[in-house]
């Protein structure tokens, strides 16, 4: 299942979150509930156990519903969810400490470590933006933020996803048309902090960042253009964003 905002369970889980915020985690535990019987395939599952686990009152529950989500992780397996497996194996590690199984501990805070690495993500890769650009031109970091006034940002962003570049085209600054390109990074590469476990566990976006240039190797055409209110409500939420951009 490739991530979208506007799949019904993934928008049950974004009330949920926004719940938490107003501190109403009553109103947002019911929220992430729903969203798991309303689950339909195991990306879903995943996504709303880890929800639902952080509103758990005792902590043999709340180690019930991690290791329920990263079952289901598991299952998946692929670059969706290979970036949460730290993290929910730390947090699972963290629960058997505090129920005194040192053995279980011990065993998945070393998960946590084996798992933390580079990503795995083979692509293929885009970039969107409204530049007008070449097979063989080179996207490199040092422009301007389209996303905070007066910032150089230290890296070139992409995505796997090709609605995740085209989202970032249609939010892009400038004139011009909306442009999704192919791209290959011409040296390492990492996951998006920015995104990373952020709000979602893992990395559902596929989303990363380099220091090195990007080469355009093709072009996408045929990709669909998010709806004018999409396209109103993420700019209404970029408007209203007072956290820090990780550069």
């Given amino acids: 299942m490739e991530f979208s ?9 974004l009330q949920g979150m926004d719940m938490e915020e107003k501190g109403k985690p009553e109103e947002a535990s019911r929220l992430f509930l729903q969203g798991w019987n309303e689950a339909t395939n195991d990306f879903e599952k995943f996504l709303t156990a880890y929800y639902v686990a952080r509103h758990q009152k005792t902590v043999s529950d709340k180690l019930k519903w991690l290791e329920t989500a990263l079952e289901y992780a598991l299952k998946i397996n692929d670059d969706t ?3 949460a497996f730290p993290s929910l194996y730390l947090n699972i590690a963290k629960c058997y400490e505090d129920l005194c199984d040192t053995e279980k501990s ?63 085209a249609a939010l892009a600054k400038g004139d011009g048309p909306e442009r999704v390109y192919i791209v290959e990074p011409t040296g390492n590469y990492e996951n998006d902090p ?14 990363y960042r380099s220091q090195a240039p990007l080469k355009i190797v093709g072009e996408v055409t ?12 993420f700019r209404e939420k970029l408007a209203n964003n007072k956290g820090e951009i990780i550069n």
């Fill in 106 to 168: 011990k065993e998945n805070a070393e998960l946590a470590i084996l798992f933390k690495d580079n990503p795995s993500d083979k692509g293929p890769f885009y970039h969107g933006t409204k530049a007008d650009l070449q097979v063989g031109d080179l996207l490199t970091a040092g422009g301007n933020s389209n996303y905070k006034s007066g910032l150089k940002m230290n890296h070139i962003y992409f995505t796997a996803l090709v609605r995740g570049a085209g989202l970032a």
């Fill in 81 to 83: 969810v290979k970036s």
């Fill in 222 to 233: 045929d990709w669909v253009r998010p709806a004018p209110e999409e396209l109103q409500k």
């Fill in 194 to 207: 920015n995104v990373t476990d952020k709000k979602f566990p893992g990395n559902p976006t596929r989303s």
């Fill in 5 to 13: 905002p506007f799949n019904n369970v993934v928008k049950r889980c």
